[in-house]
């Protein structure tokens, strides 16, 4: 007779992967077969967060890292895919605990088979070390303000798909034509976030030696305009299927005659940062924006919460002369949209199935009648700032989330306030909702792809 016991511990591996969080340390305790068959999925992604950060007492009366864990137990560390750490223990003022350093660094030493790390804080350098070696590292996500040195050690590692640089200093980004022509092969991904050196120069150097990219990201590069951005990339990386750029103060005005255009027709994810506030960015932004036929997922971040987003954008979003547009994840950050616009919107972005926009709480009803219209809307995300207003901002009622998706037949995922609401169909009052707390990624950049909307096959 078959018993879960008694099931082949590769079966139990896949049964296992449908569960996550708190549910895998609750199957861990069923039956030591239970337990064997959830340790693969419970060691394959390690993280350290802010929750972790609050109750590490290495010293005892709290909680101790997985990193102790894992150089204790080294057989548990081949199960390790991913580590995220998005917080560090501080004992002081800009002083990092040793000993979480220690413990982490030896840590990463025996993860043999880690595929993706991403580091927050600023203690690289102190695991440069055990990152060497690690043959199946495929993704990386890291603080790099580092030293000339240690940049030559991050060099080392010519595995890389996906390179994500956060805040690098000068000399990381002036080592990046080298450490691009081993990563030739390999590296379809590059992000770089907020950095003062990067400018036209290195992008025609440094994109020439990257022939397999597919997603480009630089975002607050202030000596890399959009224009400078967009020629680089249409020029050396046709190929690309994600981009983002930042749109500036201090970029000349254009020209009626020579407006920027994006010649990429593989292009499916488009985010850009739109600095300035004046008419003639949304000029800008129109000449853009008109080329672009193909896309699946477009995200859109403001500089003013309080400036209604154009009527031209809103247009070439949703242009008349299309009946439907394939978009499927919109977002509009930081900015005001009116509810007849997002009711524009959603006559002919009919296929959305993500919607990230400032709810309007106080108006729901108005709002809701404005999106009913998009059947295959599954997901709406609040990205509203509490703090964008003087005195109290109104939150979700628990009345407001059954009436919207009672009224959007597909809709069962609303995030507003730090909270992700849930829904599943009732028979008795339609729809029963059900919150819980939500907390986005730290280390997640608002401009990056959704793992669900990977356009980089």
């Known amino acids: 007779m078959v ?14 992967a449908f569960i996550s969080g708190n549910d895998l340390v609750a199957v861990s305790s069923v039956s030591k077969s239970f337990l064997a068959g959830v340790i693969p999925c419970l060691y394959a992604k390690v993280s350290f967060t802010a929750k972790h950060v609050k109750r590490y007492r ?39 605990h040793p000993k979480f350093l220690s413990e982490t660094a030896d ?78 092969r390999t590296l379809s991904h590059l992000t770089i976030f907020m950095s003062q050196e990067v400018n036209d120069i290195l992008l025609e150097t440094l994109l020439p030696l990257l022939p397999r990219l597919r997603g480009l990201h630089l975002i607050g590069c202030p000596k890399a305009p959009h224009t400078v951005v967009i020629k680089a990339a249409t020029t050396h990386t046709p190929s690309l299927k994600e981009f983002s750029f930042t749109i500036f103060e201090n970029t000349p005005p254009p020209s009626l005659f020579c407006l920027p255009t994006i010649t990429l027709p593989s292009l499916q994810h488009l985010a850009i940062d739109v600095r300035p506030t004046s008419d003639a960015t ?84 108005a709002f809701t009648a404005a999106i009913s219209s998009l059947k295959e809307l599954h997901t709406l995300t609040d990205v509203g700032d509490a703090h964008a207003s003087h005195g109290p901002r109104a939150t979700l009622a628990r009345n407001d989330v059954r009436y919207m998706m009672r009224a959007c037949v597909n809709l069962r995922t609303i995030v507003s306030d730090g909270r992700m609401w849930t829904g599943r169909p009732d028979c008795f009052i339609g729809v029963t909702v059900t919150p819980q707390r939500y907390k986005a990624n730290a280390t997640q950049h608002w401009f990056s792809t959704l793992k669900e909307y990977s356009y980089l096959s």
């Not at 879960?4 to 049964?15: F, G």
């Not at 129109?286 to 036929?293: I, K, W």
């Open 3 to 16: 018993t879960a016991d008694n099931l082949n511990l590769d079966v139990l591996e896949l049964i296992f």
């Open 58 to 96: 290495p010293e005892g009366g709290g909680i101790m890292s997985p990193f102790l864990t894992l150089r204790n137990h080294p057989d548990l560390a081949v199960h390790v895919r991913q580590i995220e750490i998005h917080c560090a223990p501080f004992i002081a003022a800009g002083q990092v």
């Open 282 to 365: 949304a000029m800008t932004m129109s000449s853009l924006l008109v080329s672009l036929t193909s896309l699946s997922t477009l995200v859109l971040k403001f500089a003013d919460r309080q400036l209604p987003i154009w009527n031209s954008v809103i247009d070439l979003i949703a242009p008349p002369s299309a009946v439907t547009v394939p978009l499927k994840r919109l977002a509009l950050m930081d900015c005001a949209v009116p509810i007849d616009m997002v009711g524009k919107l959603s006559s002919k972005c009919k296929d959305l199935e993500m919607l990230e926009i400032p709810l309007p709480i106080k108006d729901i009803q």
């Open 107 to 184: 840590a990463l030493q025996v993860c043999k088979n880690l595929t993706s790390f991403v580091c927050g804080p600023r203690i690289l350098p102190a695991l440069l070390g055990s990152l060497q070696g690690k043959e199946r590292l495929q993704d990386l996500h890291i603080y790099a303000a580092l030293t000339t040195t240690q940049g030559e050690m991050l060099q080392k590692i010519t595995t890389l798909r996906s390179l994500t640089l956060d805040y690098p200093t000068w000399n990381i980004v002036d080592s990046l034509t080298r450490w691009a022509q081993p990563l030739q």
